[in-house]
């Protein structure tokens, strides 16, 4: 190798300063050697670029040039003391209980979710990647929460596969709640492909396997008020459109309302969309106005707060996570079972889409009010105009249907969760002083 490298070295850079021997005996060789310099040189061209493509993007993946791949990894999943972990997380422990598969498990709603089913005995198996959308430290510490309650994670993507199927030949779910997601309004500028990977390419993913398992689970999702985008008419309903969406997270979670669409009809999946409206409290996540403004108003840090055009009023229906909770559980409860078999349907199958919201929004200047009085800190406000990246001026839920047909009713107003929120936040971060990530 060390002999190669030094003809390499001893040729010209430029071919055309080559000075040409006289011999051609010499010529011959001098060409054989430059010949094999070349090759190997560009052998190693070539190896280092498939190594550098190897290690940086798992074979699953099918948007190589994607950044969102950050935080996709190999997983190691499988083998026997795996799959008893994987069946005994998902044994059902109550009478008429449940076996559900939790996709976003170590993500804030997922942990509640998961937390509050096996308080009840059903039998709860969660799924994560882990990603570092926000901080993983935080995703670490509720793992570890659920796994005191004897939940068990494990860490995989929604867009492999084959974990997928070796997770359903292992437990025959009953139900999966799909809460794995990018989320967020504002990051969609940023990283366009990681909704198109996780919220468009994961939920096909996850459905395309639910629809082969025998039996099929029924499926609850996360969708978002997102979808009502530029809508004026309040409070919004599930009667209303949701065709112009203001962030490429909105289209993608009303490309997932009308995906769930297809697969009921195709195969028999009974879906039902859950429309989320602004989910807050304790183990929250960190890329969110209250959460993020909580540890910037503990630094003295400004916070720039909204404010829609002529002084217009930026709001959001806030709505407390132990809420949101009874209401997924509700529509798990409620949710009919998959029609179809072996890939195929056999009958017309439940297609729900429900609001999830508190009925009343809030100010986000009387969100900062609030938290101003919890804190004992007056925030440095930085009052801006909206961006147009994403967010819209208000949202505001009507929850009737909800109601009626899930026994939905939100209990907790903004003040009442946010002190608990930053109850939490202050123990969790040390009084603060560990500061959020
Ligand atoms: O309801 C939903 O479907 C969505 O709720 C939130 O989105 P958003 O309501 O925009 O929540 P935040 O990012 O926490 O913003 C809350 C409010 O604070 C405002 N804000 C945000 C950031 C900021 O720097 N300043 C500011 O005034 C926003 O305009 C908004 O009115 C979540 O981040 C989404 O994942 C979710 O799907």
New binding site residues.
Partial sequence: MSKQMSHLDDIPSTPGKFKMEKSPFVHNRLRWHSSLAKLTFWSFIFLGLILIFFFRSPSSNPLPQDPSRRSLRTYNWGGPAWEKRVRSSARVRSHNGISVLVTGAAGFVGTHVSAALKRRGDGVLGLDNFNDYYDPSLKRARQALLERSGVFIVEGDINDSALLRKLFEVVAFTHVMHLA?Q????YAMENPGSYVHSNIAGLVSLLEVCKSANPQPAIVW??????YGLNTKVPFSEKDRTDQPASL??AT?KAGEEIAHTYNHIYGLSLTGL??????GPWG?P???????TRDILKGKS?????AANHGT??????YIDDIVKGCLAALDTAEKSTGSGGKKKGPAQLRVYNL?NTSPVP?SD?VSILERLLKVNAKRDI?K?PRN??????HANISLAQRELGYKPSTDLQTGLKKFVRWYLGYYNGGKKAAG
């Fill in positions: 997601a989320a967020g309004v504002r996360a969708s978002s008020s997102s979808v997270y909105a979670k429309r989320f409206f602004t989910v807050y996540r890329d969110m106005a209250y959460f993020f403004f916070i720039p707060i909204f404010e930026v709001a959001r229906d806030f709505t919201g986000v969100l801006m909206l994403g967010d819209v001026q208000f949202t």
